[in-house]
Structure formats: structure tokens, C-alpha cells
């Protein structure tokens, strides 16, 4: 399957660069009142994190959820899991934003990862990963300034409204707020394809729009715009 051929040393160690609260150790499991348990991403888990994203947006295609969040979780500096008994009920991944020698690294195994997929796949492909970039380019051009960001929040539909993606978001908000440098994230989402009041109900500020030519392709004639959304700590 294309998105088990990813080498290992693409996923980076989750919550480096980051003093998590439970940084010590990556195999600890935190429990909390409610049965909920939190684990941190490694490669073994991209299975899981493909079927969490494709119940979340199904309309996507499995190799576009594959190569979204293979690159969400290249860039990522924070990527868990969070389990229900022994089933993974949700997934956060988000990137502490500074310039350093892994950027080259990075863009280096992206580019990698864009060539395996065009090779790899039908010529509608092309497309998709035009406007993948395309939206990419706009994102980084117009994207409010901030110390970290959120590349992806979901929670298997079955268990919404539990709150699931609070706590997942929780953790990471608690764990930034302890680094100085970090003050603000951001996030962007396209209101027809994801839960966007998520996002303004824990307190994100609406900082912009633009139209999402990633989504558009899915969203047909619904409206396709994005928005920029800026939380502060
Ligand atoms: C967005 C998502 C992660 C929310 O997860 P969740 O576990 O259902 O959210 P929670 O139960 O933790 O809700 C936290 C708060 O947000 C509110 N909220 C969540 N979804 C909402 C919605 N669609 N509309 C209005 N409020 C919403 C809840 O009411 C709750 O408010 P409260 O604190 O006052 O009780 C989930 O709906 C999801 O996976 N959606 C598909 C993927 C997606 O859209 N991701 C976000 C963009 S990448």
C-alpha cells in the first residue's frame, strides 16, 4: 500500500523541540478521568492516522488522505493519538514554527514524498497536487504570523461532541504555553469541509480568508474559501 512505504526516519519524533508533559518518556500513557489515554505518534501509526482521516473526510480520495497527512506529520513537532479503551478515537498534529538546519531536511523528504506520489499514481493526480501546492503557496504567503501552528485536528465521527478534540488540543495549548517563545498559533480550515466552530469556540480569532483550491476540488460548487484562524496564549 502507498502509504506504508514511507521510510521511518521521515516521521520525526513527535513533540521534539517541545517540553510535553510527558516528554520523558514516549510510551507512557496518560489517563484521565474518563477513560481517555494519549499517546505519541510514531511511523508504526500512519494506518491509524490514515483511517482516522479518511472517516473524518471521506470525500477525499485514500491517496490524498494518505499524502495530507504524511505531510502533516513530516512538518510535525506534536502528533498524538488518543485512544478509548484500545481503539484510536482522535489525532492532533501541530508544528512549532522557527527557522533551523531541519527545514532543508524537510523540504528535501516533502519533495520526496510529492515525486513518490506523482509516480506513483493516476495522471488526475497532476491536478490534485497542483492545487495541494497551489494552496500551500497561498498559506504561506498570507498565513498570520505565530510560534506554532495546527496542521490537523480529528476525532473519529463516532465519538464527537465527547470531548475528545478539546482535550487533545488541551494538551498541546498546556505544553506550549510553557515555552517562552511560543505565543500564539494559528490554524486554517475550509469551513464546507471541516468543523470549523471548533476552532472559535476554543477561542481562535478569525484573522482572514482566502479560496482554497485544495478543497475546491471536493466541495464542487459549495463555497471553497478558507479561513485564517490566530489563538493567543
Ligand atoms: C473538529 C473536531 C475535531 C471536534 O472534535 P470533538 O471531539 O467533537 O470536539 P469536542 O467535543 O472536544 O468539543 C469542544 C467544544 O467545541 C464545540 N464544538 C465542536 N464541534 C462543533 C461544531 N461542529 N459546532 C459547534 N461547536 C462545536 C463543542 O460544543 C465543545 O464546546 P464546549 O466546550 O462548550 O462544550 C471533530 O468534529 C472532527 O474531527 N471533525 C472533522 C475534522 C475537522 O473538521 N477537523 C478540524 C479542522 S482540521
Redesign the pocket.
Known sequence: MWGTEVSTPQIREAGEGLTQANASSETTIHRNPRDLTFRRCSSEDLETCYK?AQN??PMVRPRENQLFVEACLLWSDWAELAYESQEAV?LLICKIVKKDWRTVSRLLAYFMLLVRFILGGPPQDLRFLWNFLLTDGKVAKNQPRADAE????????S???????????DRFISAARQEAQIRTVR?Y?TPA??????????GFKRMGTFYDNFSSSYVASKDANAIFYLLTL
Do not use: M, P
Not at 150 to 157: D, F, L, N, Y
Not at 193 to 202: G, M, V
Open positions: 482516522l473524518a473526510f482522535g495546527i496542521q490537523t485536528v480529528i476525532v473519529h465521527s465519538h464527537r461532541g465527547e470531548g475528545i478534540g478539546k482535550a487533545l488540543l490554524t480550515t469541509l471541516t468543523n470549523w466552530r471548533f476552532y472559535e469556540r476554543y
